[in-house]
């Protein structure tokens, strides 16, 4: 009982701010387990994220010959697949994806893309209204069982359905060949899209980036049965992971760079080449140049009629990729990973110098060290950066941008952009091609997971790096559109309205306001390594990640999927109320000392009021009976009552609580509410009169009783000048004027934009836009 008479205490509010609204609904369900929202765990995928003991994934080998004709942009090939039914399931049939449909005269994805008419309309985009008849697409020639019999199959757009003469059952391989082939488009053009060819007018010669170039595999799986969703050109990738052997006919004086290690470079190699290719595998410190620039503008001016194969093996990946012009400059190194040392590259024509000999195989060589860090060793032996004006990766190989202009300057943003993007694509090795998430369903889990490891790549580089995403602010104005444009990020691909932010920035802002701001990093890296190598040459899904970030680290963390992932609700706290308390220390003198002061200061106020009126002061003059009366008596003198009762109080208390009595503490009464919806720990910062500070961290829970407000109590020694919530822009607050008490005037921001007068990198392309996009 002592307590409560300790606490009655004399408080004054410093702030009376207005009351914030009230939600009707204090208390909904921020902080419920996500329950049904995910798939029930079972036999292939455990409660705790990881693959469960009857896990199983679908396996297919290849063996392609191909050959590309330079002379018409085109390409044939014949492929050899050995399909392995792992799964429990008998199949009676198969998927194949036929990617290069999504060009052809059919396809849906040209249909289904609205367009209109602006006041200005650039020829590009009145090319992609028209759209040509093109002579795009698969030319399907046969599909045959190795005795030569055709197998019965059914094309859907950019599926093909394989019948097999009898069901496939669990354990079984079926074996078949394809054969195929298509016109190469380039991609330079309105067409646009990830693979095809740049033609170079100056030179007169073709640079091919040759991805979706096979009738590949779809996924088989135990969450999805058949991934067959159609492929409209957004929603990337499900595959199947194989072992590859490609053989690649090019003109003798191409260079080829592929996925997969060379098996036969002393057939294609100059003797000097070769030489140096044994050297860079022995260069740690900087690259080798096997091909360099005078050698590439030499054979850029002639034509080479006879023809040269290129023979690549590959273990273990999930799709295959390369390259082939005559234009190519090749630079190599080698990095130690885990034992084994990787042999990191890059292909560029002369107009990607002299930023690509400085840039690019070096960080591709941080890529692989940065990200191999936080997740598992890189396993593959080789990993390629390519100059193709656009952004795309593959396993082991990927395209990039960035091009100086003509004299060979270059402006930060070009080089930035460069290293950004190659980092970016390098890092894809780990998510997807390596983690092999579902792309066509599931954007976020590999270009949000990639670009939040791309963002710590990026600070390693460079200190203060401009990275464009992966700080929470940078966030904030996508968070702040208008509702019908927002979209969960637990949304599929082809469905996304911003895509860049939705599928991009929000998860990696999410992944490090996690890392940073709610879990901490030791507890993050812990969990996020664990995802990693659970599912590192597997299939996983969002719950396997969502399950073993929590499983690994003890931080439930339903409520952050749940408003950061399953939500589109923005972040906007704000402190609406700050009350000072002060203990009442029940001495008289201080008690009556106060009163006496409070008195004067109304004493005062009246005279005051009296000189601007002086009837009452008339009044009191004419009565000096009553005046004798108040003189003669103070009453704010201290009487010995007041003391004994002082003293037989303080008698009552134990040592601590007289203590605390005469600390002089005060006490921060402060109300925090929750505007935007979306729940985050409370970051505070006091700031005190001594010029001192102090910042304060309490978990989101605080939030769990009631969703809209809440008011805690912060004792403090020191005086309270003033308090900021989230000081250090930690948590992508949309609205920042309310976070302080007393109210600030924040100046409003607008940022800087100046228009890229010429396309990123330079050279061809009248989109700026579209060519600076990064997949
Ligand atoms: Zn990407």
């Known amino acids: 009982m002592k307590k409560t008479i300790l606490f009655v205490l004399m408080g004054f509010m410093l702030s009376p701010l207005a009351q914030g609204q009230h939600s009707e609904q204090n208390h909904a369900e921020r902080f419920e387990q996500l329950g049904p929202m995910l798939r029930s765990p079972n036999v292939y995928r455990t409660a705790s994220g990881a693959p469960g003991h009857m896990y199983w994934q679908q396996k297919a080998d ?77 030319k399907i020639n046969s599909v045959r069982d190795l005795q030569g019999n055709d197998i019965p199959v059914t094309i859907n757009k950019t599926m093909m359905r394989l019948d097999l003469p009898e069901p496939l059952k669990a354990g079984e391989t079926f074996e078949f060949r394809v054969d195929w082939s298509f016109n190469i488009h380039d991609r330079m053009s309105f067409i646009g899209g990830r693979p095809g060819y740049e033609y170079f007018e100056k030179d007169g010669n073709y640079l091919y980036t040759m991805a979706e170039w096979f009738p590949r595999m779809a996924v088989y799986s135990d969450f999805e049965g058949w991934q067959n969703k159609q492929f409209y050109g957004r929603g990337e990738f499900a595959l199947t992971f194989g072992d590859y052997k490609v053989s ?26 070769l030489d140096r290719w044994n050297q ?3 260069a740690f410190d900087k690259p080798v140049v096997i091909r360099t620039q005078a050698e590439a503008e030499r054979l850029e001016k002639g034509r080479a009629k006879d023809k040269k194969t290129w023979i690549f ?25 885990g034992g084994k040392n990787v042999m990191a590259m890059s292909y560029y024509g002369k107009e990607g110098n002299p930023l690509w000999e400085q840039y690019s195989t070096r960080v591709v060589a941080h890529t692989l060290k940065s990200y191999s860090e936080k997740t598992f060793d890189y396993p593959y032996p080789v990993a390629i950066s390519v100059e193709g004006s656009n952004g795309m990766e593959y396993p082991m190989i990927c395209f990039n941008y960035g091009r100086p202009d003509e004299d060979g300057t270059y402006s930060e943003a070009v080089k930035y952009g460069m290293i950004s993007v190659i ?10 091609m390596i983690v092999n998430s579902d792309e066509r369903q599931w954007s976020w889990m590999d270009e949000g997971l990639n670009t939040f490891m791309q963002f710590m790549a990026e600070q390693e580089w460079d200190r203060d790096y401009p990275s464009r995403r992966g700080p929470a602010h940078k966030i904030v104005p996508y968070m702040r559109s208008e ?42 890296d812990y969990a996020f390594k664990e995802y990693s190598q659970r599912w590192k040459f597997k299939h996983p899904t969002p719950e396997d990640f969502f399950r073993t970030m929590e499983d690994a680290s003890a931080v439930d963390l339903d409520w952050f999927w749940r408003g950061w992932f399953f939500g589109t609700e923005p972040v906007d706290m704000a402190i609406s109320e700050v009350n000072h308390y002060k203990m009442d220390s029940k001495d008289p003198k201080e008690i009556k000392a106060r009163q006496k002061e409070a008195f004067e200061r109304e004493e005062d106020y009246i005279s005051k009021a009296h000189n601007r009126n002086d009837i009452a002061q008339t009044v009191v003059e004419s009565d000096p009976e009553t005046r004798d009366f108040y003189n003669s008596f103070d009453r704010f003198r ?63 829970e605080i939030w769990r009783l009631n969703e809209s407000e809440v008011t805690k109590v912060f004792p403090k020694k020191k005086e309270v000048q003033s308090i900021v919530l989230d000081p250090y822009r930690e948590t992508a607050d949309i609205d920042e004027a309310n976070n302080y008490w007393p109210r600030q005037q924040l100046p409003s921001r607008f940022e800087l934009f100046k228009q890229n007068s010429g396309a990123r990198g330079a050279s061809t392309g009248d ?5 600076a996009r990064r997949r």
């Open 62 to 138: 290849h063996e392609i010959e191909v050959e590309l004709d330079d002379e018409n942009q085109s390409i044939t090939g014949t492929q050899k697949v050995t399909y392995f039914n792992n799964s429990p399931d008998q199949l009676n049939y198969l998927w194949i994806q036929l990617d290069q449909n999504e060009r052809a005269k059919d396809s849906d994805t040209h249909k289904i893309a609205p367009s209109k008419i602006d006041s200005r309309m650039s020829l590009r985009q009145l090319e992609t209204i028209l759209w040509h008849d093109l002579d795009l697409g698969y």
């Open 248 to 273: 690649i006919t090019v003109p003798a004086d191409h260079m080829v760079g592929s996925t997969g290690v060379l098996q036969n470079p002393e057939e294609v190699l100059s003797p000097t080449e």
């Open 280 to 282: 860079a595998q022995q």
């Open 313 to 337: 093996h590959a273990e273990n990946v999930r799709d295959f990729a390369w390259t082939s012009s005559r234009k190519f400059i090749w630079d190599a190194m080698a990095v130690e990973l």
């Open 423 to 432: 980092i970016h694509e390098v890092g894809h090795n780990f998510f997807p």
């Open 483 to 524: 509702k019908h444009l927002l979209e969960p990020i637990m949304t599929n691909s082809e469905n996304i309205i911003q895509f860049g932010p939705n599928a991009y920035a929000k998860p990696a802002t999410a992944l490090n306001i996690l890392r940073e701001t709610v879990m901490g990093r030791e507890l993050f």
């Open 638 to 700: 201290v009487t010995p009552e007041d003391e004994k009762e002082y003293k037989e109080f303080m008698a009552r208390l134990s040592e601590k609580e007289r203590e605390l009595l005469n600390s002089g503490m005060n006490f921060y009464e402060i109300t925090f509410e929750n505007i935007g919806g979306l729940v985050m720990p409370l970051i505070i910062e006091f700031n005190y009169r001594d010029g001192t500070s102090e910042i304060e961290r309490i978990p989101a």
């Open 767 to 771: 989109n700026p836009m579209k060519r």
